[in-house]
């Protein structure tokens, strides 16, 4: 076993009983292994893994293939890799580099941890202004930070599910993030109306008894939304 790549000169040298003698000389090369190198980030799931090759090649040779194994199942021939999981799950990633003359291979693994993503989603109902507006949170996502925004300057919300009260009728739009430890956010809007109420007001003059009264509706519609019906008591 030769201790390091190189070229080394091998002698065979044959003696006969009558001491004659003979000699051959042969050039021995002793190929060296690729050294196997590479990095990553773990990423959220729906994110694509990247993979960069940082592998260098034996001093007395070239890098042939290179073969990288996903934990997955997934595998690519690529110098470097891209590669998008379907599961969150710690994978191990290995990278086999193999030299170009002989194929002398050395394989480094190492583990990419894809971490779930939050889905955020929520629903809420137009109300009336005056009353408040409920919004129940259906997101999904564990050690999750909530951030409520209500699209109206007011501060943010932490809470799961929430409720507001709003200063003035308006559409606004509301936001709702939800924030993993690993940043593997999310964000859902939705737009919610705060109705105003409409100006009831009507005109009419005093009659003598048994003479028709004439009343005049002169009321205003709310600014957003429309008159539904009118109610008369007399």
């Given amino acids: ?6 070229n080394y000169d091998v002698w065979l040298v044959a003696t006969s009983s009558d001491n004659c ?3 051959v000389m042969q050039t021995v090369n002793v190929y060296g292994y690729p050294t196997t190198a590479f990095n990553f980030s773990d990423v959220c799931l729906g994110q694509p893994a990247s993979f960069t090759n940082l592998s260098l090649p034996p001093s007395n040779d070239n890098i042939g293939q290179v073969i990288w194994n996903f934990g997955d199942g997934g595998s690519s021939s690529n110098w470097n890799a891209v590669h998008n999981y379907s599961l969150p799950d710690s994978f191990t990633v290995s990278l086999t580099v193999y030299s170009e003359t002989l194929s002398c291979a050395t394989t480094l693994s190492d583990t990419i941890v894809v971490y779930p993503h939050i889905v955020t989603n929520f629903t809420t109902s137009d109300v009336c202004f005056g009353n408040t507006v409920n ?14 925004n209500f699209g109206d300057g007011s501060a943010f919300d932490a809470n799961y599910n929430t409720s507001h009260d709003y200063a003035a009728p308006g559409i606004y739009l509301v936001r709702l993030v939800g924030i993993s430890p690993n940043c593997c956010n999310d964000t859902t809007f939705r737009q919610v109306t705060v109705y105003d109420a409409p ?13 028709l009264a004439t009343f005049t509706n002169t009321s205003q519609q709310p600014t957003y939304g429309s008159l539904g019906s009118w109610y008369c008591f007399f």
């Fill in 199 to 211: 100006v009831a007001a009507f005109t009419t003059e005093d009659v003598c008894y048994n003479e």
């Fill in 1 to 6: 076993l030769y201790a390091a790549e190189g």
């Fill in 21 to 23: 003698v003979d000699s």
């Fill in 135 to 148: 919004f129940s949170n259906s997101s999904v996502g564990a050690n999750a930070v909530w951030e409520w």
